[in-house]
């Protein structure tokens, strides 16, 4: 080797170690985006956090137990909010191809907030409180939930495919938008449908 | 001329009915405007949190503080849509309580972490660039010495 291949290498090992000494500057100058995508899951899962356990069935006074949970993978700490909501067979169920929720108002909301990749689970206790019942419909006067009775008033006509009256508990899922500085719907919903019978 | 007293017990129950009526719209207004308060109160400690967290503060202790938050004002919206008015004001007032404990709480620690952050930076960089600077100079006496080293070692081989 002469003495230019010699100062060559000496350079090349120069910048080298110095890259590296650099490389604690870069760190913290140099920000890259999140590789990961950006979604949140949502489930509904019956008392054994199993589908085996869903209350299919549900007798006026009998307790459904329920759980939901949300894992958050959206990068960021989000303020979710989940609406659970319940219906009859022709009321109206939020829109998936529009993005849309359903109009019709909360049964009851939960409110909670998670960092990232942490995940959320609570239960969803409700019984039939009150319901009468004709030979062709039923109607449900009030719902328990977590303990707090609900008034309403939902008819179920009875279904002579399914042959029953069925109603449906929908959970919606919106987070806060730090942009519009409101909550939005996160186009994610999770259902069950339950027969009830006297 | 004195009012009949049939007159009279009419008005008196027209006025206690409308006070009572007019009782319950304020009280209605008042959970709703509590709500309201307690909604957005909630909303900016969220983005309180959500900036100390960028700003490099460990704010999972305020993230349950923040969840407190958002339960009781679950449950003031609960107790507003079943009719309990009194128990809607109490927890929204609860929750407001608690948002702008945990908002203070957030601000803070995002100013040392900010503090915290910039220290670092600047430590990081002074340390980075005298490393860089002492690889440099080392690397260069290095090179003198083993340039002179190598050219009297030619010197003696020429002889």
């Given at each position: 080797?002469?003495?230019?291949?010699?100062?060559?290498?000496?350079?090349?090992?120069?910048?080298?170690?110095?890259?590296?000494?650099?490389?604690?500057?870069?760190?913290?100058?140099?920000?890259?985006?999140?590789?990961?995508?950006?979604?949140?899951?949502?489930?509904?899962?019956?008392?054994?956090?199993?589908?085996?356990?869903?209350?299919?069935?549900?007798?006026?006074?009998?307790?459904?137990?329920?759980?939901?949970?949300?894992?958050?993978?959206?990068?960021?700490?989000?303020?979710?909010?989940?609406?659970?909501?319940?219906?009859?067979?022709?009321?109206?169920?939020?829109?998936?191809?529009?993005?849309?929720?359903?109009?019709?108002?909360?049964?009851?909301?939960?409110?909670?907030?998670?960092?990232?990749?942490?995940?959320?689970?609570?239960?969803?206790?409700?019984?039939i409180?009150?319901a009468?019942?004709?030979?062709?419909?039923?109607l449900v006067k009030?719902i328990?939930?977590?303990?707090?009775?609900?008034?309403m008033?939902v008819?179920?006509?009875?279904?002579?495919?399914?042959?029953?009256?069925?109603y449906?508990?929908?959970?919606?899922?919106?987070?806060?938008?730090?942009?519009?500085?409101?909550?939005?719907?996160?186009?994610?919903?999770?259902?069950?449908?339950?027969?009830i019978?006297? | 001329?004195?009012?009949?007293?049939?007159?009279?017990?009419?008005?008196?129950?027209?006025?206690?009915?409308?006070?009572?009526?007019?009782?319950?719209?304020?009280?209605?207004?008042?959970?709703?405007?509590?709500?309201?308060?307690?909604?957005?109160?909630?909303?900016?400690?969220?983005?309180?949190?959500?900036?100390?967290?960028?700003?490099?503060?460990?704010?999972?202790?305020?993230?349950?503080?923040?969840?407190?938050?958002?339960?009781?004002?679950?449950?003031?919206?609960?107790?507003?849509?079943?009719?309990?008015?009194?128990?809607?004001?109490?927890?929204?007032?609860?929750?407001?309580?608690?948002?702008?404990?945990?908002?203070?709480?957030?601000?803070?620690?995002?100013?040392?972490?900010?503090?915290?952050?910039?220290?670092?930076?600047?430590?990081?960089?002074?340390?980075?660039?005298?490393?860089?600077?002492?690889?440099?100079?080392?690397?260069?006496?290095?090179?003198?010495?083993?340039?002179?080293?190598?050219?009297?070692?030619?010197?003696?081989?020429?002889?």
């Amino acid at each position: 080797m002469n003495l230019d291949q010699y100062r060559a290498a000496f350079l090349t090992i120069t910048l080298v170690l110095a890259l590296i000494a650099a490389a604690p500057i870069m760190n913290v100058t140099v920000s890259l985006p999140s590789p990961a995508e950006a979604f949140s899951e949502l489930w509904v899962l019956g008392s054994n956090h199993t589908i085996a356990e869903y209350p299919l069935q549900m007798k006026v006074g009998s307790v459904g137990r329920l759980v939901l949970g949300i894992r958050n993978n959206m990068n960021y700490p989000v303020y979710y909010l989940l609406k659970a909501k319940f219906r009859n067979e022709t009321q109206p169920f939020p829109d998936a191809i529009k993005g849309e929720p359903s109009p019709l108002p909360s049964l009851y909301e939960f409110r909670f907030f998670l960092e990232n990749g942490k995940t959320w689970e609570t239960w969803f206790n409700f019984s039939i409180r009150d319901a009468s019942f004709s030979q062709e419909s039923c109607l449900v006067k009030s719902i328990v939930v977590n303990g707090t009775p609900i008034s309403m008033n939902v008819t179920s006509l009875l279904s002579p495919v399914k042959n029953g009256f069925y109603y449906q508990f929908f959970f919606e899922l919106w987070l806060y938008d730090s942009k519009t500085q409101s909550l939005r719907y996160h186009e994610r919903f999770v259902s069950i449908w339950t027969n009830i019978v006297q | 001329m004195p009012p009949p007293k049939r007159v009279l017990a009419v008005g008196i129950v027209f006025a206690v009915i409308v006070s009572i009526a007019l009782r319950g719209a304020l009280a209605a207004d008042e959970a709703a405007s509590t709500l309201e308060l307690a909604e957005n109160s909630l909303a900016s400690s969220y983005g309180a949190v959500f900036d100390a967290g960028k700003a490099g503060a460990n704010v999972t202790a305020l993230t349950r503080e923040l969840d407190n938050a958002g339960f009781l004002l679950s449950k003031a919206y609960l107790e507003y849509r079943v009719g309990n008015l009194s128990g809607s004001i109490y927890f929204a007032e609860l929750s407001h309580n608690v948002s702008s404990e945990t908002m203070l709480r957030a601000m803070q620690l995002k100013e040392i972490a900010a503090s915290e952050a910039a220290r670092r930076f600047w430590l990081t960089v002074i340390t980075s660039s005298a490393s860089i600077i002492v690889i440099i100079l080392m690397s260069y006496i290095l090179w003198q010495r083993f340039r002179r080293w190598y050219q009297s070692r030619s010197r003696v081989l020429v002889r």
